[in-house]
């Protein structure tokens, strides 16, 4: 085991979950909604991160995760779109989604979810930031792309979607060479990986 990191995030930071299922992206999730010391929203699809009474149930329902100020289940990108046009009045504020794809689609534009895509292109000027995870890297939206500050890559073995990577970040990440749980922590804004890393013990420790 290597040395404890201790990241620092400003709320209006967006950071990126990739990786396969099972491989901790929805752990490291719940660390940093944790861990990040200013208000969170968590937006839960599956039921994973918050209580859900029902499969129809939609609105502000129960958290499991400790330290969010609130969750909300939405299921389609109609409950996102209504979600952001109340989120985009707020300042210094992240918002947390699980599965980021099921929501906004890789083609998803001002003309299709004009509140989302404000929040993606704007909101750091307020104070707004995002956390998302995603399975699939190919269906990461451009918009998340190109204002992302920062990734957090666990295993991925489909040859397209490293490549998907690579050419997102502009270098090879040799994300098929982690073990379970294992990730790797890229500074997008410097275009550096900073390190093999793992979740453990609550904290996060650099691998040698």
């Known amino acids: 085991m290597g040395r404890g ?5 400003d709320v209006s930071e967006k950071i990126v979950i990739l990786g396969m299922s099972g491989m901790g992206k929805t752990t490291l999730m719940k660390y940093l909604i944790q861990k990040l010391p200013f208000r969170k929203v968590v937006v839960d699809r599956l039921g994973i991160l918050s209580r859900v009474r029902s499969p129809r149930e939609v ?5 499991r995760v ?4 609130f969750c909300v289940r939405l299921v389609t990108p109609e409950d996102l779109e209504k ?9 210094n504020l992240m918002v947390f989604i699980d599965e980021v794809d099921t929501f906004i689609s890789p083609t998803a534009s001002f003309r299709t979810m004009p509140n989302t895509y404000y929040f993606l292109n704007a909101g750091r000027n307020f104070g707004l930031g995002l956390t998302v995870t995603v399975r699939q890297v190919g269906r990461l939206n451009k918009v ?7 990734f957090f890559v666990f295993r991925i073995i489909n040859p397209r979607d490293l490549e998907y990577l690579r050419l997102g970040l502009g270098f090879d990440v040799p994300a098929n060479q982690l073990d379970k ?3 790797f922590i890229i500074d997008a804004v410097h275009s550096e990986i900073i390190g093999r890393a793992i979740l453990k013990e609550n904290n996060i420790f650099l691998l040698r």
Request: proline fraction near 0%; charged fraction near 20%.
């Open 5 to 9: 990191l201790s990241l620092r995030f």
């Open 59 to 63: 609105g502000v329902v129960k958290c």
């Open 66 to 69: 400790k330290n969010a100020d």
């Open 83 to 91: 979600f952001m046009s109340v989120v985009i009045n707020y300042k």
């Open 144 to 150: 998340i792309w190109s204002n992302a500050n920062w």
């Open 181 to 183: 749980h294992e990730f």
